[in-house]
Nanobody, 114 residues
Framework: QGQLVESGGGLVQPGGSLRLSCAAS????????MAWYRQAPGMERELIAS????????FFLDSVEGRFTVARDNAKNTLFLQMNKLKPEDTAVYYC???????WGQGTQVTVSS
C-alpha cells in the first residue's frame, strides 16, 4: 500500500523560508513523477510544480517561480519543496502527489503571517 507523508509546514513571517518534505513508501518512488499542490481556504487546489523521476522540474504557478524550488532524493524516497521569500498569499495546505496515481499526502499547513 502506497503512502505519502508531508512534513515541514508551520507558521512563518513574510519573507521567511520553509522546506517541505514528502516521504514516500510503497509507490516505486524513483520511477514516479511527483507533484506539489496547494489549496488556500475557499479556493480550489492548484498545481505548483511537477518533477520527473530524473529531476526535471516544471512550474505551473507563475507566482512562485524564482521563490520556490522542487527537488527529490530518490535514494531516500523523499520529495522536497523549498519555499523562500514567502508571502501571506502563499498561506495554504500543501500536498504532494504521485503523478497519475491515486496517492496523495495528507497535507501540511503553511501559514505566512506577521
Amino acid at each position: 500500500q502506497g503512502q505519502l507523508v508531508e512534513s515541514g509546514g508551520g507558521l512563518v513571517q513574510p519573507g521567511g523560508s520553509l522546506r517541505l518534505s514528502c516521504a514516500a513508501s510503497g509507490i516505486g518512488f524513483s520511477d514516479s513523477g511527483m507533484a506539489w499542490y496547494r489549496q488556500a481556504p475557499g479556493m480550489e487546489r492548484e498545481l505548483i510544480a511537477s518533477i520527473t523521476p530524473r529531476g526535471g522540474v516544471t512550474f505551473f504557478l507563475d507566482s512562485v517561480e524564482g521563490r520556490f524550488t522542487v527537488a527529490r532524493d530518490n535514494a531516500k524516497n523523499t520529495l522536497f519543496l523549498q519555499m523562500n521569500k514567502l508571502k501571506p498569499e502563499d498561506t495554504a495546505v500543501y500536498y504532494c502527489q504521485a503523478v497519475g496515481t491515486r496517492y496523495w499526502g495528507q497535507g501540511t499547513q503553511v501559514t505566512v503571517s506577521s
